[in-house]
T-cell receptor, first 118, second 109 residues
């Protein structure tokens, strides 16, 4: 597609409910990142995929958070037993290569999924 | 641990003013620095990317500089317009983007 697409755009969940957030990166992009952005804050890194391999998950806040990218394109971020502190915008970004590998590589971001946990 | 700070946190100016937004980082071992714009309810739009070997980049009314040794970058916006109103984020790239908390800019007519 023309850009990074995320769905749903908005998600309201009751505390304790499981949610799944989807990211469609730009076609052909190898690298895929998930970020969490709390209100009034900058995005914070959650996890990174290179193709289907999850190379870095150091930013996932707890074992309730799980991400996958089984075929190296679409990725899903799953949050189990949601808590109120999970309320945030979840941003997905993709790039052709890993930014550190190619020094002029840019990340392209989706519009995000705004998750509200009641 | 890399920390990125942006000053000021918020800025409100009349149309036409020239602006300077500041970004500082604690670890100079970075590959790139990227400036983004974020509009309410939307994702991030890349404005400028400065490679570690470069000192500045320009795009239209925007100019970004990078001084790795002092851990600083500035984004200069010339002749500001109401359409420039947004949150501006800088991010440094060791191997993944580490963001600052942003500067919320409002330009009024």
């Amino acid at each position: 597609g023309a850009g990074v697409s995320q769905s749903p755009r908005y998600k309201v969940a009751k505390r304790g409910q499981d949610v799944a957030l989807r990211c469609d990166p730009i076609s052909g992009h190898v690298s895929l990142f998930w970020y969490q952005q709390a209100l009034g804050q900058g995005p914070e890194f959650l996890t990174y995929f290179q193709n289907e391999a999850q190379l870095d998950k150091s930013g996932l806040p707890s074992d309730r958070f799980f991400a996958e990218r089984p075929e190296g394109s679409v990725s899903t971020l799953k949050i189990q037993r949601t808590q109120q502190e999970d309320s945030a915008v979840y941003l997905c970004a993709s790039s052709l290569e890993r930014p550190a590998v190619t020094t002029n590589e840019k990340l392209f971001f989706g519009s995000g999924t705004q998750l509200s946990v009641l | 641990k890399q920390e990125v700070t942006q000053i000021p946190a918020a800025l409100s100016v009349p149309e036409g003013e020239n602006l300077v937004l500041n970004c500082s980082f604690t670890d100079s071992a970075i590959y790139n620095l990227q400036w983004f714009r974020q509009d309410p309810g939307k994702g991030l739009t890349s404005l400028l990317l400065i490679q570690s070997s470069q000192r500045e980049q320009t795009s239209g009314r925007l100019n970004a500089s990078l001084d790795k040794s002092s851990g600083r970058s500035t984004l200069y916006i010339a002749a500001s317009q109401p359409g420039d109103s947004a949150t501006y984020l800088c991010a440094v790239i060791p191997d993944k983007l580490i963001f600052g908390t942003g500067t919320r800019l409002q330009v009024f007519p």
